[in-house]
């Protein structure tokens, strides 16, 4: 249903919506073990959900975006080695959070960007999710294939994953600052507050790569498009954020000076109001009483959910929906009707965790790139793939798309 109120009453912490029995996250475990996202009860997501924060304050934030400025110099030298000839940047905008996500959750480097194509681990996520997409709201063949271990693909996803863990786990320096620290912290205490087995660790580090990868890399491919489509945007933004070039750190961004530009912010937002990463959100099973939303009443027993692509492009709360407008964010009262129908992130309780680390790493990836070049569609591009091969693996999946990138400052190498 397309409802403001529908929000409320589904995702909010007074709804009496559950995710148990609603579908999908019945599916999603690790050998019985939900992780953040997928647990059924509000009584277990509470302490979870406590150790997730953690990960993600001010401060450990401020020890990710070293990291953040890392992939991005990276991705500036890919882009440079390009020489001017096409490049897939729906392909990288995933090797770049795919990249981003391994190191700063489990302090390890899988190099995609500079290898310039999926690693095993990638491509398995992605085969993974598929399924899902593919199915809809059909999980039991799924929950069967789970059950008896016929998913092959499931398996080495999961395989890999706890090799990634252990080695994590065993790492000699056990204060890396990763968000894998406070998982292992937790567990590893006399009286662990929600990591209480290794099965919800392997559980939780599978969503560390899958959770993230997938919605800043989505975000990132739509943001190069609509860039390349109004390219007067790239120009715009370059001339505010050059004056907060090295501005704190000589020769760099940083997050809190970029935070204070509107423009890049709004790029962001529309961005995720036009092609909103999670495309239909998750379903809620209504409970035994039923809810009445906008006057309807709806059965208990019931499975529910706010689309949040058709939301985000409904003319009933937003003046030329399917129109890019930045600037509808920074004149909302003339192009916003109701700004509680906006809910990328999700609202409530189950919220995306890492909304702020998110919104850092599109932030830093978009100033450099915009500061160091411009793009356009390389020659036979006309960008109609992004959407007409796009895929609803539960994330939204992006169409390839070619540009060529243009210096527009000489860019000079970090050495490593």
């Not at 750190?249 to 036009?274: G, Y």
Request: proline share 6%.
């Amino acid at each position: 249903m397309l409802s403001v109120e529908g929000i409320k009453m589904i995702h909010l912490r007074e709804s009496g919506c559950r995710k148990l029995n609603a579908g999908i996250y019945d599916v999603i475990h690790f050998k019985g073990e939900h992780n953040l996202n997928s647990i059924l009860t509000r009584e277990e997501h509470g302490p979870r959900r406590k150790i997730w924060e953690r990960a993600f304050t001010t401060k450990a934030l401020a020890n990710y975006e070293p990291i953040t400025r890392e992939v991005c110099h990276t991705w500036l030298d890919k882009i440079a080695s390009f020489n001017g000839t096409p490049i897939n940047t729906s392909l990288f905008g995933l090797l770049l959070a795919f990249d981003h996500m391994s190191k700063v959750g489990f302090s390890h480097e899988f190099r995609s960007i500079e290898a310039g194509e999926e690693n095993k681990m990638l491509h398995l996520l992605e085969s993974l999710f598929g399924q899902f997409g593919k199915t809809g709201e059909l999980c039991w063949p799924l929950s069967i294939a789970k059950d008896l271990n016929l998913g092959k693909e499931a398996a080495e996803f999961d395989q890999l994953t706890i090799e990634m863990a252990d080695r994590r786990a065993a790492a000699k320096d056990n204060n890396k600052g990763d968000i894998l620290q406070y998982f292992l912290d937790d567990m590893r205490s006399e009286k662990p507050i929600a990591f209480t087995n290794k099965n919800i660790f392997y559980s939780d580090s599978a969503l560390v790569l899958i959770a993230a990868t997938d919605t800043i890399g989505v975000v990132l491919s739509y943001i190069f498009y609509h860039l390349a489509k109004q390219p007067n945007y790239q120009h715009i933004l370059h001339s505010f954020i050059k004056d907060v070039y090295g501005k704190t750190i000589p020769n760099e961004f940083t997050n809190h000076d970029l935070s204070q530009i509107p423009l890049l912010d709004a790029v962001i937002n529309e961005t995720m109001r036009v092609d909103n990463p999670v495309a239909n959100n998750g379903p809620r099973l209504t409970p035994p009483e039923g809810i009445t939303v906008d006057g309807v009443f709806i059965p208990g027993g019931v499975a529910v959910r706010v689309p949040g692509y058709a939301l985000h492009r409904s003319e009933e709360f937003y003046l030329a929906p399917t129109e890019f407008k930045p600037e509808r964010w920074t004149d909302q009262s003339k192009f916003v009707k109701d700004r509680e129908a906006f809910m990328p992130w999700l609202v409530g309780p189950n919220n995306c965790v890492g909304k702020r680390m998110g919104m850092s790493v599109i932030r830093l990836v978009l100033a450099y790139t915009v500061y160091h070049y411009t793009w356009d569609f390389a020659p036979g591009e006309d960008g109609t793939r992004i959407y007409s091969e796009s895929r609803d693996n539960l994330i939204l999946k992006a169409g390839p798309l070619n540009v060529v990138f243009t210096p527009r400052v000489p860019y000079v190498a970090v050495p490593n």
